[in-house]
C-alpha cells in the first residue's frame, strides 16, 4: 500500500494558553479531495499554516508521503511537492496571466533570475504555462493585465501559479472568498478537473460545493478534528449539525 500524499500524528500548537491546534491526526491519500470545514475560530488556517511551514507545531509529525517535513522552511515543502493558495490572492497585477506563470514555471527550473536572456530562451517554460492556462479555462485571458481580470479569474490564475510548481499535494484556503457564486461554480469545476495525481485539501464555507465536490470532510471544532467521513455521513452526524451546520442553517 502506497503511503498517505500527506498525513499528520499528534499535532499540536498553542500560542501561550490558547490552544489552537490540538492532536491532530489525518491522512490525505494519493489523488484525494478532502475539504476541511468548521466554524469560525476552529483552527483551520492554522492547521494549513502548520503544514505549510508558515507555524512551526509544539509537538508532533507532519509527513510528505515517506517524508518527514515538520521541521523544513516554506521554501523547501514548495519544492518537495506541498503547495497552497491563500483566502487573499497575491498576484502580480502589472503582469498579465501568462507572463506570471511562465515566471513561476522559470523560477521552478531555477532559471528565473537569468534576465539577460532573451525571450526566446525560454519557450520551453512558455509553452509549459500556456498549457496550464488552457486547462484551467485562461487561455483567452493569457494577455489580458491581472488587474483587470474578474475576482473569479485571478483566483484560478492563483492555482495556475500553483500549478506551475508541480505540486504533489495542493492547499487551498477558501479559493472562492469574495468570488460571486456563478464563478465559485466554475473555480471549483475546475478544481475538480484537476489531474488525479494532484491530492487537493481545501477549505471552504459554502455547504453546497463542499458536498458537491468533496469526496471525504474533515470537520475542525476548537483547535481539533472532530470527525471525518464521507458527505453522507458528514452531514447525517448531529454533533455537526450542533456546532457548525446548524448554525448556519438554523
Same mark, same amino acid.
Given at each position: ?6 498525513? #499528520? ?19 490525505? @491519500? ?8 468548521? !466554524? ?16 512551526? !507545531? ?15 522552511? @516554506? ?17 502580480? +497585477?502589472?503582469?498579465? @496571466? ?96 484537476? @489531474?488525479?495525481?494532484? #491530492? ?11 458536498? *458537491?465536490?468533496?469526496? *471525504? ?13 464521507? +458527505? ?5 452526524? +448531529? ?12
Amino acid at each position: 500500500m502506497s503511503a498517505p500524499a500527506l498525513s #499528520t500524528r499528534g499535532l499540536d500548537k498553542r500560542f501561550g494558553s490558547l490552544v489552537v491546534a490540538r492532536d491532530i491526526e489525518f491522512s490525505l @491519500p494519493q489523488g484525494a479531495r478532502y475539504a476541511l470545514i468548521g !466554524p469560525n475560530g476552529a483552527g483551520k488556517t492554522t492547521l494549513i499554516n502548520l503544514m505549510t511551514g508558515m507555524l512551526r !507545531p509544539d509537538a508532533g509529525h507532519i509527513l510528505l508521503g515517506d517524508d518527514e517535513i515538520t521541521r523544513l522552511a @516554506p521554501d523547501q515543502r514548495v519544492r518537495r511537492g506541498l503547495v497552497r493558495t491563500f483566502q487573499i490572492n497575491t498576484l502580480f +497585477p502589472h503582469l498579465n @496571466p501568462l507572463e506570471a506563470v511562465t515566471l513561476a514555471v522559470c523560477e521552478r527550473q531555477g532559471i528565473a533570475r537569468t534576465w539577460w536572456r532573451p525571450i526566446t530562451s525560454y519557450g520551453a517554460a512558455v509553452d509549459e504555462a500556456y498549457a496550464i492556462l488552457g486547462s484551467l479555462m485562461l487561455s483567452a485571458d493569457c494577455y489580458r493585465p491581472t488587474r483587470e481580470l474578474p475576482y473569479g479569474r485571478q483566483r484560478l490564475l492563483e492555482i495556475a501559479l500553483a500549478l506551475a510548481t508541480r505540486p504533489k499535494v495542493l492547499l487551498l484556503d477558501e479559493p472562492a472568498a469574495g468570488v460571486p457564486r456563478d464563478e465559485s461554480r466554475e473555480l471549483f469545476e475546475v478544481i475538480a478537473g484537476l @489531474p488525479g495525481d494532484i #491530492t487537493v485539501l481545501f477549505i471552504e464555507h459554502d455547504m453546497n460545493f463542499v458536498f *458537491r465536490f468533496a469526496s *471525504r470532510i474533515i470537520v475542525m471544532v476548537g483547535g481539533g478534528i472532530l470527525l471525518e467521513g464521507t +458527505p453522507h455521513e458528514v452531514a447525517a452526524d +448531529p454533533r455537526v449539525r450542533e456546532v457548525y451546520l446548524g448554525a448556519r442553517h438554523g
